[in-house]
């Protein structure tokens, strides 16, 4: 590994990831400037590959003008199915690297979890399901919403809740009014912003007024959790990130299990890591300093 986008690598830097592989900070991330490559500065790295989102052709076109060759990997497997993306992700890794991984454990894990959570949802009702907003990023007087076609929807649906913002397609910019209508009961926020969950309460994002919305009211404000990556996104933490979300649309269906020490075993099984208390206190209540990206 000879570069990592800025964003990445600010994102490790308040993550597991650091303490797992703490030379990760000290990687090269020059040759990308807000989220553009530069082919100057990407051809002295003299990489044997780009790896890149299919969502960004131009880090293709950049990477292959520079005569380097350029994998992409999709982010909207399945709808944007953050598990079975992962595992696809795995599986091309493989095919690129041309090693075995070991990934049949954790691509099987991934897909139990996935069936596990959509049993106990499967008796639940429409009306009983909460109405769930994710806020992408923000300005000055709008948020930027996710609607169908996202991450957010993927999330939102797959753990037993109605996505509020359901009517736009992609990410939009969103007046608060709009997010009036819709009364979400919960709103989740993501890392690649750094508001937290006290500034909708303190009514200081967006200079506007939240103190009438259902999720405000019940204080039903969450910022999603950074593991090993934003779980926002996909990541190798994304079955946590999916039974998480499950609990918090719907606590009382999992009341069993103890979600500290499943993630305790999950790290240690996949990461080799252990985990302290105070390791998922941090995976849980991301600072705002992890913010940034796309």
């Known amino acids: 590994l000879v570069a990592l986008d800025p964003a990445i690598i600010s994102a490790a830097e308040n993550s597991m990831l650091i303490k797992i592989a703490p030379e990760i900070s000290e990687i090269e991330s ?12 990407l051809i002295k790295l003299d990489p044997d590959v780009v790896l890149y989102s299919s969502g960004v052709p131009e880090d293709y076109e950049i990477a292959t003008q520079a ?22 992700w795995i599986e091309l890794l493989e095919d690129v690297m041309g090693e ?79 997010v009036y209508e819709w009364n979400p009961d919960k709103i989740f926020i993501t890392n690649f912003n750094d508001a937290l969950p006290e500034d909708i309460y303190n009514n200081t994002l967006c200079s506007a007024d939240w103190s009438n919305i259902q999720a405000v009211k019940d204080q039903d404000v969450n910022k999603i959790p950074l593991g090993m990556y934003r779980w926002y996104v996909t990541c190798s933490d994304s079955p946590m990130m999916l039974l998480w979300m499950a609990m918090q649309n719907h606590p009382e269906l999992f009341e069993d299990i103890d979600f500290n020490e499943t993630m305790k075993d999950f790290y240690s099984r996949f990461y080799d890591f252990t985990l302290t208390d105070e390791d998922i206190e941090q995976i849980l209540n991301p600072v705002r300093e992890a913010a940034g990206g796309i």
């Open 30 to 41: 020059g040759f990308s400037q807000n989220g553009i490559m530069n082919a100057e500065e």
């Open 67 to 88: 005569g380097i060759p350029a994998v992409g990997f999709s982010l909207s497997i399945k709808d944007y199915n953050a598990v079975e993306t992962i595992n696809s």
């Open 100 to 178: 075995d991984i070991s990934s049949a454990e954790y691509v099987e894990y991934g897909l139990e979890m996935q069936e596990m959570i959509a049993e106990r949802l499967k008796d639940v009702k429409e009306e009983d399901k909460p109405s769930s907003m994710i806020i992408h990023k923000y300005s000055d007087n709008t948020v930027s919403v996710p609607g169908t076609g996202t991450w957010a929807d993927y999330w939102i649906t797959a753990s037993g809740g109605i996505n509020a913002a359901a009517e736009i397609e992609g990410t939009k910019e969103t007046s608060i009014e709009q």
